[in-house]
């Protein structure tokens, strides 16, 4: 490109120089020719008016006189009437500039220049125009290498930009060049590479998420499973299997859920449904683990109340509750349902040693964790209480509780409200 652009820009001033050039050095020679002339001409008429003033006063006329009273350095020939003819000065060679002109007196003045001078005259008007030319020439270059290289290092570093992102580097530059469409580019390379950049972190955070949602309940249903395989008794595999269509039909439904929070955390399938089922499926599902912990896993409260969400979403939020209590909490586990307001409330509560209070405001923020785990827990429980409409909480840091607030059914809120502990 800086190659075209320099060839392209050298071609346009040529042109312009052979065009304006040629007229320009025509002008200047007629210019020059006529100047000549003129001056020539004007010589002889004044050798004429001299000559007629001495003539008719009566004074001799000879070169040496005429040549003192003239002052001209010109060849110079006065043809008088009757008389021989007068020369001033020498004759020049070649070709000559003639001017004339007649006296009053019928005489005849001719004065010849050599043509030379102004053969030199137009010689130094060419050699000028020339060097206006190349200087011309040589700053047209300067110009066009100066805004070849103008474009062509933006162009270039846009193209290792468009590398970057297709090698799977999307963070935006923010390189502008003073160039308007330039800089335009430069705009949507960068928009393109923090949408990229946001595509990159929905799929890492989904994986993670996945990972960390699903580890739980392929345990336990592996668990179950292996139940099932050791066991002869006929009813004791049909309730083991049971249990494990019923967890392998939750893992379908945190999968669907995990899918729809990544294209969308906003969008909810929320439904009216008793809470009381999905807190007695979550103490059954993990009892079995605080037991081989040798710690208890209660529950306590109101009854009977119907919440709206999504129940595989709020059996996920109470189970990473669960768990979160199980790996950094200690003593008994208790799960408390009450009712504030409008609101259903499911508190999970332990007799450990509490959140620290550096932690406590960033408990909920991605790879944030009290010991040495994936800090995921949390962040995607919150997330999925948020897209039903509901929120969760840390309520207590000492011991800790943690609080799931999810809307009540219409029709089922004549309850007293409660405040919150």
């Known amino acids: 490109m800086r190659r075209r652009l320099i060839s392209s820009t050298l071609a346009v001033v040529l042109v312009v120089i052979g065009v304006f050039g040629v007229s320009l050095v025509l002008v200047e020679t007629r ?4 100047s000549a ?3 020539v001409d ?3 008429v004044r050798l004429a008016s001299i000559v007629d003033g001495r003539l008719i006063g009566g004074e001799p006329v000879n070169p040496d006189i005429l040549a003192d009273q003239s002052g001209a350095e010109r060849y110079a020939r006065i043809e008088i009437p009757g008389r021989e003819p007068i020369e001033v000065g020498e004759r020049p060679e070649g070709s000559v500039i003639r001017g004339t002109a007649t006296g009053e007196q019928g005489e005849k003045v001719i004065v010849e220049e050599s043509r030379s001078g102004v053969t030199r005259e137009v010689g130094r008007t060419l050699l000028i125009i020339g060097a206006v030319a190349l200087l011309a020439v040589v700053a047209a270059v300067l110009l066009a290498v100066r805004q070849g290289n103008r474009l062509a ?3 270039t570093d846009l193209a290792e930009t468009a590398e970057r992102l297709g090698s799977g580097d999307p963070r935006p530059r923010h390189r502008r060049y003073g160039v308007p469409e330039l800089d335009r580019v430069a705009d949507v390379l960068d928009a393109s590479a923090e949408r990229i950049g946001r595509m990159l ?3 890492r955070r989904l994986a993670a998420d996945a990972s960390h949602q699903l580890r739980t309940p392929l345990t336990a249903l592996s668990m179950r499973l292996e139940e099932i395989a050791v066991t002869d008794d006929l009813e004791t595999a049909h309730e083991e299997a049971t249990i494990a269509l019923a967890q392998v039909e939750r893992l379908t439904d945190v999968v ?3 899918l729809t929070n990544a294209r969308d955390p906003r969008t909810g399938s929320a439904v009216a449904f008793d809470l009381d089922e999905v807190v007695k499926q979550q103490i059954e599902e993990w009892r079995p683990a605080y037991r081989s912990a040798g710690r208890a896993l209660v529950r306590s409260g109101k009854t009977g109340m119907r919440a709206v969400g999504t129940p595989g979403a709020v059996a996920q939020v109470l189970a990473a509750l669960i768990e979160n209590s199980l790996m950094h909490g200690g003593g008994t586990v208790a799960l408390r349902t009450r009712v504030t307001g409008n609101q259903a409330v499911v508190e999970v509560s332990d007799e450990g040693p509490g959140v620290p209070v550096d932690l406590g405001a960033r408990i909920f923020e991605r790879a944030i964790s009290g010991r040495n785990s994936t800090g995921i827990g949390l ?3 919150r997330d999925l209480a948020e897209a039903d409409g509901g929120r969760l909480e840390l309520v207590q840091l ?3 509780v943690f609080a799931l607030f999810l809307s009540r059914e219409a029709g089922n809120r004549e309850d007293t409200p409660r405040p919150i502990r």
């Open 31 to 34: 210019t020059i020719s006529s």
């Open 37 to 39: 002339q003129e001056s």
């Open 42 to 44: 004007s010589e002889a």
């Open 153 to 155: 290092s933006p162009l």
């Open 201 to 203: 972190t929905a799929e």
């Open 256 to 258: 669907e859920r995990l």
């Open 379 to 381: 962040a995607v429980a």
């Open 398 to 400: 000492k011991p800790a």
